[in-house]
Each structure stands twice: as structure tokens, then as C-alpha cells.
């Protein structure tokens, strides 16, 4: 089995930066892409980023290109996601996700194992 574990949300403030961490633990060669997704009550949960541990070629939503920067460690199980200038919009708990295949998805239903969550919140 693959366990993720999230870290790195709270309160912060328009504008200002936020980096959120995932660790992986178990049976850590088996994922091949790493991402990150996002929900707020009533919505589906959406696609922010994602990097393949293979190359770390990296994908993004539009709506965080050039904000949000996704990265991982040379182990390969620890994850970042880097938030800078962040808006309230960005407000939302976010997860951490693993596949298994090595081509990168941004469907939620493509991922194998999940995080918890931690929540971002972001106040104006």
C-alpha cells in the first residue's frame, strides 16, 4: 500500500506564500506522477498540478500557472507544492495524489491513493 500524508495548510493573507508538503510512505517506488488537487464544499475537486517522478515533467491548471510551483525531492517521497501569491479563490482543502500509470491525468477518478487533505484558507 501507498500512504500520503499532507502538511503545510492554515490562514494566510492575499498575496502572501504558502508551501504544502507530501510524504509518502509504503511501498514508495510505485507511484509514477504526483499531484495535487483541490475541493470547496459543493464542488467537484479540481486539478492544480501534478509532476512525473520519472523526468518531473510538471502540468498545471491554468488558473495557478505562474503562482504555483510543484516539486519533489530526490527520494522521490516528499512532494511540494508552492503557492505564491496566493488569492482567496485558492481557498479550499487540498490533496495530495498518487498514479501509478506514468502519464499524467488531471481526472481525479485516475489517481490510485489520496491524502487526507489540509486546508487552505485565504483571507482578503
Known amino acids: 500500500q501507498v500512504q500520503l500524508v499532507e502538511s503545510g495548510g492554515g490562514l494566510v493573507q492575499a498575496g502572501d506564500s504558502l508551501r504544502l508538503s507530501c510524504e509518502v510512505s509504503?511501498?514508495?517506488?510505485?507511484?509514477?506522477?504526483m499531484a495535487w488537487f483541490r475541493q470547496v464544499p459543493g464542488k467537484e475537486r479540481e486539478f492544480v498540478a501534478a509532476?512525473?517522478?520519472?523526468?518531473?515533467?510538471?502540468e498545471y491548471a491554468d488558473f495557478v500557472k505562474g503562482r504555483f510551483t510543484i516539486s519533489i525531492n530526490g527520494n522521490r517521497d516528499t512532494t511540494w507544492l508552492q503557492m505564491n501569491t496566493v488569492k482567496v479563490e485558492d481557498t479550499a482543502v487540498y490533496y495530495c495524489a498518487a498514479r501509478t500509470r506514468i502519464d499524467i491525468s488531471t481526472m481525479a477518478n485516475d489517481y490510485d491513493y489520496w491524502g487526507q487533505g489540509t486546508q487552505v484558507t485565504v483571507s482578503s
Open positions: 509532476i512525473k517522478k520519472f523526468d518531473e515533467n510538471q
Open positions: 509504503g511501498r514508495t517506488w510505485l507511484p509514477a506522477v
